[in-house]
């Protein structure tokens, strides 16, 4: 027998709400000089908050999720400087 678990935060974040946190790794917000979020309003739009359902995996493997979203995309912004910025 096989089960999937949903591996996550435990907590939703909508794609501004991401975009926000990277730009804030980026850029000086105070003196706003910063990319400007525009969303295309003539695009569908499904969800607008995501959100992991980890309580299985908190219950059978005793899962608890271990970095914060702002560590986890500090580090894949890092990742991808060293990696794909130079290309």
């Known amino acids: 027998s096989h089960e ?16 926000k946190k990277l730009i804030s790794l980026e850029y ?19 969800l607008k908050k995501r959100l992991v359902n980890i309580d299985q995996a908190k219950g059978l493997l005793g899962f608890e999720p271990k970095v914060t979203m702002e560590d986890a995309l500090s580090k894949t912004l890092s990742w991808f400087k060293e ?5």
């Open 28 to 46: 000086d917000i105070e003196s706003q000089k910063y990319p400007e979020i525009q969303h295309d309003l003539t695009k569908p739009t499904l």
């Open 83 to 87: 990696n794909y910025a130079c290309q």
């Open 4 to 19: 999937a678990f949903n591996v996550g935060m435990g907590q939703g974040y909508t794609i501004t709400d991401i975009l």
